[in-house]
């Protein structure tokens, strides 16, 4: 069997306020295989958001050993992660985070930036992405212009431009009426089922849960049987 | 890697008013510094502009100017007789005596006294000096109490246009004639026949005696022979110089005050710039976030920024440097400390003063927007996203 995509090996994480250690998420250990659709559940505050970052390598452990797509984490400096996150990683977030002042290519254009392709591959490669998420008209249009439904499929897009192993997305349809969010649903579920893509997905949205492949549930900081 | 310029653009663009208040500040930082500097520019220009290359000029030895300098007429005869003096093609010898004096005219329009040099000169005086040309009118004629005066003096001062009078020495003396002197300071004299001014004044001294050399290597042993020789006690200077000389002081002392003033104001600029950036990147957390979670390095951010801030920067300079630059249209007058009378002279804007004012408002701008900068990318990706 292939190595997993995702490896976490008693993985801890805690804050410390002035003297006091607060625990956010206690001895994780959870593999997740290449292609799997995962969705994390549980109470707010439960460290859902937390684990998310630490697996989309934008926050690092306390303690134990996280390896995704082949590299340790612990490892890396500061530039290396980010190098790693710009291959390794697609984000996808509540409220889009595009960039208000770029139209919908240049944001997704944006991660292109930092490979080596040229203006006009860059340009190409976007407007693949947005025609993939079905908003090839829409290309010159600003975040503010277009609805948010469209806005995180131009999020997708951003995500998906650099062709990344792994998407991470929090709330992704926390922000959309049921309309969008089942459109945005299907868009995931397409990029799982037809592309490949590996998916970990946290979400309060039963609904949305029902999409995913495999749920786990995530209850102050440790994993709960249902 | 690089975040494009686009970006940091745009926003400036999309909070125009910040931007434009912030800008603003800049700008009327560097207007006031470019102006600074275009004044003594001007004032340099107009006196170094009143000396010629080819003359020399002699005073009494430690004279700091022709009105403190008296030369008598044996001390004149013997300067006179220079084997070195040109002479024009009639065979005529380029050496003019002139007498300076200082009378108090009022003002038009404010009806205030100010002090004006009466320059009393030879024909030669006028062929020496090329650069003065009549515009209107005629020369003065001999033996009648005539003037010419300098454009500046017929547009400034009572009596001073074209067929008035101006009243000195006991006497009432036309305008007969106005000249211009490419922007030289002689556009701030009254000339008149020496031989007339020195009986209004019945002062039987000169203050100069200029003169044009043949050869270029004339000024040496005319400076060397005049200065040891033991019947005068006279000093020998190039023409320019001793107008660059007096421009010295007066335009040091605008500049060090000037710049001393602006770099206090530049002060009130940067802490703007800096308050504006710092509102930009308070708003711009999660955006930033997302930039660092995308893979942009540190370096990135804080070059998007220092970008930003140094585009707003070369905003305010541009528009302060084109503010300053209309003053060319005015002319401004003041005491040349060095005679003690009213010199008129012009703001003039060079390619100098251009690079000096944007590189001074760049510098606000990088002074300003530096620290904000660090902290947009010092910022952790996670909090940046709690924040919000
Ligand atoms: N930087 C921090 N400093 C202190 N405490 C933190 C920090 N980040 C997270 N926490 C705490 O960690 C816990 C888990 O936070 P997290 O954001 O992972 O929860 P979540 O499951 O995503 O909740 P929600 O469903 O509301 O998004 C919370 O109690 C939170 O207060
Ligand atoms: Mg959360």
Known sequence: MADPLIELVDVSKSYRRDTLEIPVLQNITMTVPEGEFLALMGPSGSGKTTLLNLIAGIDRPTGGILRVAGTELGGLSETELAQWRSRTIGFIFQFYNLLPVLTALENVELPLLLTPLSKHERREHAAVALELVGLADRVHHYPKQLSGGQEQRVAIARAIVTDPPLLVADEPTGDLDRTSAQEIMNLLGRLNAEYGKTIVMVTHDPRAAERARKVIHLDKGAFVQM | ?388
């Open chain 2, 1 to 388: 890697m690089i975040i494009p310029l686009n970006y940091s653009f745009r926003n400036l663009w999309t909070r125009r008013l910040t931007t434009f208040l912030t800008a603003g500040g800049i700008a009327l930082v560097i207007f006031v510094f470019s102006a600074v500097l275009m004044l003594a520019n001007g004032l340099e220009k107009t006196l170094v502009g009143t000396g010629s290359d080819k003359n020399a000029i002699v005073l009494r030895k430690g004279a700091q100017s022709e009105f403190m300098s008296m030369l008598d007429r044996n001390a004149i005869n013997i300067i006179q007789s220079q084997p070195e003096i040109a002479a024009d093609p009639e065979g005529k010898r380029l050496a003019a005596s002139e007498v300076v004096v200082l009378i108090n005219l009022p003002k038009r329009g404010t009806n205030k006294p100010s002090h004006v040099q009466i320059r009393g000169v030879a024909p030669e005086s006028l062929t020496m000096r090329p650069q003065v040309t009549l515009t209107a009118g005629r020369r003065w004629r001999e033996g009648l109490s005539e003037v010419i005066v300098g454009r500046e003096v017929a547009e400034r001062f009572q009596g001073g246009g074209l067929g008035e009078t101006i009243r000195f020495g006991m006497r009432d003396w036309t305008v007969v004639g106005v000249f211009e002197a490419e922007g030289a300071g002689f556009e701030s004299e009254i000339w008149v026949d020496a031989e007339q001014l020195v009986q209004a004044f019945r002062r039987p001294v000169f203050s100069s005696i200029t003169m044009q050399l043949s050869g270029a290597g004339d000024f040496a042993s005319l400076k060397s022979r005049l200065e040891a020789d033991p019947r005068l006690t006279v000093e020998v200077e190039r023409e320019k110089q001793f107008y660059a000389k007096q421009s010295e002081m007066m335009a040091t002392f605008i500049r060090v005050l000037g710049i001393f003033v602006t770099v206090i104001f530049s002060l009130g600029a940067m802490i703007g710039a800096m308050i504006t950036m710092y509102a930009s990147v308070a708003n711009r957390t999660t955006e930033i976030g997302t930039m660092r979670a995308l893979g942009f390095p540190r370096r990135s951010i804080l070059g998007a920024f220092l970008f930003e801030s140094l585009l707003l920067a070369a905003i305010g300079g541009g528009v302060g440097i084109l503010l300053a630059s209309f003053l060319q249209f005015f002319t401004v007058s003041t005491t040349n400390f060095a005679t003690f009378s009213e010199l008129a002279f012009r703001f003039i804007l060079s390619p100098s003063i251009v690079i000096e004012s944007l590189i001074f408002s760049l510098a606000m701008g990088f002074f300003g927007g530096f620290l904000p900068a660090v902290s947009a990318s010092r910022r952790k990706i996670v909090e940046a996203f709690r924040a919000s």
